[in-house]
């Protein structure tokens, strides 16, 4: 007996020397590689000068604070909201319909809330690929978990959700009805899983859907894909890169963290993997440039973060910094007229008198590209009385006749030729598109199909509205 114990004994202690090894290495294959560098950006002040592009129009969408943004409802007397009225500059006019609104985690629920994402969801980053939508959703920590754990807002987490649009396309808008995504999902909360999900369960949860739910509900709900959580920071740096097939994201430190002793802001540029929707590669990263040298010997340094993120058919990627202005909004709107349909276009001084007073500010664009252990940066081009005060996401568009990098802006958005960056540009060159100010709302990004349509995502509460002509 006592032989026969000790025998087991032996025979289990080898299967767990043999398999112990294969799980510790298993485990160490699946953690992200993370590669740490100081990014020193060397010709922001080059022998060749940066060329300057001067706006001297006075077009200007002004920011507001949260609370005045303008959520739009379903249901009341906002139901019929006209929020389709754009005042083109540049370009012909054309409208921005509703195409429908998204799942979003308002904390007091309501027709745009599914449990399933989490209470304070908001949509930041949006990119098009492959015909589908893709939003970078991240979740808002409350004032007492942010009192307990300062810097808590760059750790914000997050994840993808992917809209399959030639799928929605038939069911969303039908018969007027704009809220049939959220709806669906909301029927259909139990079925729901992430791509993290065991596989087993997640064709459990289809075939317990498909019993259970109506043709459109079911065809919305299997258009829909959703990411695992991972560390996502703000979310607004969301991008996708063509040459590589997959998406890149900044975690950055927001405007209201403080930097570490040193002056440094560390944020992480995460490769994202197309198929998983989970990060697979991180960059931690400290871009900096020399802004004075003290008694010839101290290098004082500024750093920065990426705001927003765009890559090219290149494998380049731009992120944008906004300087400089500190005007009344006033001064400038006096010149703000357009005639549209036969009458002036004039907003009210009122209206803007909780914005942010951040006028005339310069749009700084960047250009880099990534190697496996660096990334190389430099300052393209310089923008001054930039459309809007705060850039809230880039766009790339390539076609055979055009190549443009957008800058999307609440309400309003500007284009550039991506091959003229670094060199002269004229306004000629440049596009611009202002929505109308009767409804403010705050823009999330833009992603631009193949076709060259522009589904524009707007947050409180979370939107699309797609262009029905083509962008500029």
């Not at 959580?229 to 040459?243: E, I, P, V």
Request: positive net charge; proline residues 3%; charged residues 25%.
């Amino acid at each position: 007996m006592i032989k026969k114990l000790w025998l087991k004994v032996l025979a289990l202690s080898l299967i767990f020397s043999l398999v112990a090894p294969l799980s510790v290495g298993e485990a160490k294959s699946k953690k992200v590689p993370v590669v740490h560098k100081i990014v020193t950006i060397k010709d922001v002040a080059p022998k060749k000068k940066v060329p300057t592009l001067s706006i001297t129009k006075k077009w200007y969408r002004p920011r507001s604070f949260p609370k005045h943004y303008q959520a739009q409802r379903l249901t009341g007397k906002d139901a019929k909201y006209s929020g389709h009225e754009i005042v083109a500059e540049k370009g012909g006019q054309y409208y921005l319909k509703r195409y429908g609104f998204l799942i979003d985690g308002a904390s007091k629920g309501g027709y745009h809330h599914v449990k399933f994402i989490g209470r304070h969801a908001e949509p930041q980053g949006v990119v098009i690929v492959h015909g589908s939508l893709y939003i970078q959703m991240t979740y808002k920590h409350k004032r007492k978990y942010l009192r307990k754990h300062k810097g808590a807002k760059n750790q914000r987490k997050g994840r993808i959700i992917k809209y399959n649009l030639s799928k929605l396309n038939s069911v969303v808008n039908k018969n007027g009805k704009h809220a049939n995504i959220v709806h669906a999902l909301q029927k259909s909360k139990k079925y729901l899983y992430t791509k993290h999900t065991k596989k087993g369960v997640r064709n459990k949860r289809k075939r317990a859907a498909k019993r259970h739910l109506s043709k459109t509900n079911y065809k919305i709900y299997s258009a829909i894909t959703f990411g695992p959580m991972y560390k996502a920071g703000h979310g607004q740096s969301f991008a996708y890169n063509k040459k590589q097939d997959c998406f890149y994201n900044a975690s950055y430190r927001l405007a209201s963290d403080k930097p570490s002793k040193n002056g440094a802001h560390p944020f992480s540029l995460q490769k994202i993997s197309l198929s998983t929707l989970k990060p697979t590669k991180i960059w931690r990263l400290n871009i900096r440039f020399m802004t004075t040298n003290v008694y010839g010997n101290y290098k004082a340094y500024r750093y920065l973060q990426m705001h927003d993120l765009t890559f090219d058919d290149s494998n380049h990627f731009y992120f944008t910094q906004m300087y400089g202005g500190r005007q009344k909004p006033k001064n400038r709107m006096k010149m703000y007229v357009k005639k549209y349909k036969g009458e002036k276009f004039i907003p009210n001084q009122s209206f803007y008198k909780s914005f942010n007073k951040s006028v005339e500010k310069s749009a700084y664009i960047y250009r880099g590209y990534l190697t496996k252990k660096s990334a190389h940066i430099k300052l393209v081009q310089k923008v001054s009385n930039s459309l809007g005060s705060v850039s809230q996401g880039l766009s790339h568009e390539k076609t055979k006749k055009k190549d443009r990098i957008f800058i999307v802006y609440d309400n309003a958005y500007m284009s550039l030729p991506t091959k003229k960056l670094g060199h002269k540009i004229s306004q000629k060159q440049v596009n611009f598109t202002v929505l109308s100010s009767k409804f403010h709302r705050e823009s999330e990004g833009m992603g631009i199909t193949s076709q060259g349509h522009g589904y524009l995502v707007m947050n409180r509460s979370a939107e699309v509205a797609r262009t029905t002509g083509k962008v500029h």
